[in-house]
């Protein structure tokens, strides 16, 4: 059982920067995948990044790559999110996830647990 909290989110002007956390309760948290997801107001949830459960690769939308960097450090059970020159279309309700597996995926069905959400909000 892995439990989650997400923190960081805000709100932020166009060209800003944000960094979310996610802290994770469990001993077990090194042996789990974390990617994060996001969902804006009427759409679905989609994938933003991941991560391996060892830190050594990660993987990220086309839409952030270059903008957001995934990381984790299994010795304070986070993962964190570093979002810099944000977009208007980068407002939404942010997720981190778990999967009790070693490697990642970009479908939200392929991760067993989930924190509450934090709220990204971008302004002009």
């Known amino acids: 059982q892995v439990q989650l909290v997400e923190s960081g989110g805000g709100l932020v002007q166009v060209g800003g920067s944000l960094k979310l956390s996610c802290a994770a309760s469990g001993r077990t948290f090194s042996r789990y995948a974390m990617g994060w997801f996001r969902q804006a107001p009427g759409k679905e949830r989609s994938f933003v990044a991941a991560?391996?459960?060892?830190?050594?690769?990660?993987y990220s939308a086309d839409s952030v790559t270059g903008r957001f960097t995934i990381s984790r450090d299994n010795a304070k059970t986070t993962v964190y999110l570093q979002m810099n020159s944000l977009k208007l279309e980068d407002t939404a309700v942010y997720y981190c996830?778990?999967?009790?597996?070693?490697?990642?995926?970009?479908?939200?069905?392929?991760?067993?647990?989930w924190g509450p959400g934090t709220q990204v909000t971008v302004s002009s």
């Open positions: 991560i391996t459960w060892t830190g050594s690769t990660t």
């Open positions: 996830a778990a999967r009790a597996f070693s490697g990642t995926s970009d479908r939200p069905i392929d991760y067993d647990y």
